[in-house]
């Protein structure tokens, strides 16, 4: 069966009827466990005590319809059920597969004999049903992981300053099922700083001299242990908190590392019930998934806040403001609002073009832009002229060498002595704009790999369902298999022996995969996968890399079914030809002298089932061979010969003798010897 060692519950009145079953089920397995229940209420009692792998139900019981049991413990409804009917009632045990039975038996001694089998099929069933829910349960999770981050993605990149923090705790605290929390960040002077505590705990804290920022020598318990050695700290126990602070019975605090540095803490309480390695596996991935996103934005922020005071200290001083303005970080140029000519520039501009002041200043402002995209820059900086106010625009710059830059432009009207200007600041965003990109395409990335993966576990499922033809089977996966790409510009064809299957829009093109199917060290077939349109992204060298390993599996898993495939046959066909022989056939291991296998041949002649003469051995069936001496006499002469025929006496399981011609061969078979004895009854 399915599984050594199965507990069926079986429920069924005839006396009659339970014997010739549990006679069925003996037969098959020795190792079936059957408990009895003569009706729903005993079935009932049964099911508290024990869950079963398997019921075998009487449609109709003295207490009831078998229905009535799902409707009173519908508990029951993972393990698999099949129906005992009477040949009048086969329509009624079908309207039960369709709600909640698995497969039905009828009332005869044919029918139950085939009984095993259709327990098999049943638990075979139940198995497949439990993988794809094992499953789909890692998709669900694995597409709940991706939400979560896209939700605290896009807090990043679109909430604006320390809001932010109190955004994402929000998601951490309902995806972690806790009351309170906390998210912070570590400052560059090393300070714990946590802007998300201004939301509900802020206002609920009565502690005296309420802080946002928490200096390292202030910090203690689990923030500190957390922080300072690097590492997750779990406890389901009530604290001792001081007075007025909210109280605190379960929390898990986990700090957030980027490049094995410190630069955040995520921390969270209160849950109804235990935290457990689950929840730190939650907390622990969130916190590596935002370290990037978080680093890159406390770069910013530190960025922002330089940017800023240097706006300011160039309002306080002209000389100061002349400083600043030279060793920017972000590089700055002015230009001459009547003409668009630039007539000064910083350091920071030399590096970001890439270019000397001097081949800078005199050239007009659409000079730092894509040449394609001049008209679009002239009318934005006539725009920034005529709102005179602060503009923000993210734009591309060009520098000496060609290379394109993405940059964040703040630009703004101001007033050098006598000579109005306008005022560009370019930060170089390439950076992050690059992290942006990355983020979008990894998003896109795991969206494939989920497509590749149900296209693997289709296959799988496929090749091993016993439903199907190998025709149907192999020409089914192929057009599975172009569903992977989503451009439609794919076909593929598979070839097996004699066999062709190919998708309905297959022609031969020279950008392709060839895969060898190989059984058995021969080739047998390929597996051709074809892009159709030259224009199609495919074309570009992305064909072959993307979904190399996705082909490679997909060969890989027919190769695999057809070995299964052919040594099925194979076998099959060794067995018919083995039991038609007419003459007894032993195969015998020459150390022992036990049976390893015999025909149907060597059963009749000696009157033993097939089970019964494979515990014997030699000696137990030769009359002139009665113990082990004797026969290791018998076959070292035949080792050393390869083979002899002589005559012999045999012993039938009743007792009885008979002549007979024994002609031995030795056959090696992967560096074994095996003893072959082909016995003639010779009377």
């Not at 990043?156 to 605290?173: A, K």
């Not at 199609?536 to 890989?556: A, H, M, P, T, V």
């Not at 194979?570 to 036990?594: E, I």
Request: net charge negative; hydrophobic share 35%; aromatic share 6%.
């Amino acid at each position: 069966m399915v599984k050594q060692n199965i507990h069926i519950l079986l429920i069924e009145d005839e006396k009659s009827y339970v014997e010739l079953i549990r006679h069925s089920l003996k037969t098959h397995d020795d190792d079936v466990k059957l408990t009895v229940a003569n009706g729903i209420h005993d079935a009932l009692s049964r099911l508290s005590e024990f869950k079963p792998d398997l019921i075998i139900s009487e449609l109709h019981l003295p207490d009831g319809d078998a229905s009535e049991l799902f409707q009173i413990e519908p508990g029951i409804g993972e393990c698999p059920v099949i129906v005992i009917c009477a040949a009048e009632d086969e329509k009624s045990a079908s309207e039960a597969m369709k709600s909640w039975a698995i497969d039905y038996v009828v009332k005869s001694g044919e029918s139950i004999s085939s009984l095993p089998h259709i327990v098999d099929r049943a638990l075979h069933a139940r198995d497949l049903i439990a993988r794809r829910k094992t499953t789909e349960e890692t998709l669900r999770k694995s597409e709940n992981e991706l939400r979560i981050m896209n939700r605290i993605s896009s807090i990043f990149l679109e909430c604006p300053g320390d809001e932010m923090y109190g955004e994402v705790l929000d998601v951490i605290l309902d995806v972690m099922g806790s009351k309170h929390g906390v998210f912070g960040y570590i400052d560059k002077n090393g300070d714990l700083v946590c802007p998300s505590m201004t939301r509900d705990i802020f206002d609920k804290c009565q502690m005296p001299n309420k802080e946002l920022r928490f200096p390292r020598e202030t910090w203690g318990g689990l923030w500190k242990e957390s922080l300072i050695e690097k590492k997750t700290i779990m406890s389901n126990k009530s604290f001792n908190v001081p007075e007025g602070h909210l109280p605190v019975t379960r929390a898990l605090t986990v700090p957030v590392i980027y490049q094995e540095a410190v630069i955040g803490h995520i921390n969270v309480g209160n849950k109804e019930s235990d935290y457990d390695d689950e929840d730190i596996c939650r907390l622990e991935k969130i916190a590596a998934q935002i370290s990037p996103i978080l680093n890159a934005r406390l770069k910013q922020h530190e960025e922002e806040q330089e940017r800023q005071k240097a706006q300011q200290s160039l309002k306080e001083s002209e000389e100061k403001f002349r400083q600043l303005f030279e060793n920017h970080a972000d590089a700055i140029f002015w230009a001459d609002p009547a003409t668009g000519l630039i007539v000064n520039c910083n350091k920071a501009a030399e590096v970001l073009l890439e270019k000397k002041r001097e081949e800078i200043i005199g050239q007009s402002q659409t000079s730092l832009h894509p040449p394609e995209k001049a008209e679009f820059y002239i009318n934005q900086f006539k725009e920034h002229l005529a709102k005179k106010t602060i503009a923000n625009d993210e734009a591309e710059v060009i520098t000496k060498s060609g290379k394109i830059k993405t940059v964040m432009i703040s630009a703004t009207a101001i007033s050098e002595p006598g000579n109005p200007v306008i005022q560009g600041v370019f930060r170089d965003i390439t950076e992050l704009k690059n992290s942006s990109i990355a983020l979008r395409n990894r998003t896109n990335d795991l969206d494939e790999k989920v497509r590749e993966l149900n296209c693997l576990f289709e296959t799988s499922r496929i090749l091993d369902s016993k439903d199907r033809s190998i025709e149907d089977k192999l020409n089914k996966i192929i057009n599975i298999l172009i569903e992977v790409w989503r451009c439609g510009c794919v076909a593929a064809r598979l070839t097996v022996n004699d066999m062709t299957f190919q998708t309905a829009n297959y022609r031969n093109t020279h950008k392709k995969q060839v895969n060898p199917i190989i059984v058995d060290n021969r080739t047998i077939g390929y597996l051709e996968v074809c892009c159709l349109k030259e224009t199609c992204g495919l074309y570009k060298g992305q064909f072959i890399n993307e979904k190399r390993n996705l082909i490679n599996n997909i060969s890989e898993q027919i190769c695999s079914y057809m070995e299964r495939h052919n040594a099925v046959e194979a076998l099959r066909l060794f067995r018919t030809l083995l039991n038609n022989s007419g003459d007894a056939l032993f195969v015998v291991d020459p150390k022992t002298g036990q049976f390893l296998d015999v025909n149907e041949r060597a059963c009749s002649v000696l009157g033993y089932t097939r089970d019964e003469l494979l515990i014997k051995k030699v000696t137990d069936i030769n009359a002139a061979i009665t113990d082990l001496d004797a026969w290791n006499k018998q076959i070292k002469n035949i080792m050393k010969k390869r083979g002899a025929i002589h005559e012999g006496i045999h012993v039938r399981k009743d007792g009885t003798t008979f002549p007979v011609e024994i002609n031995n061969r030795i056959v090696t078979v992967n560096e074994k010897d095996y003893l072959i004895r082909i016995v003639r009854d010779i009377t």
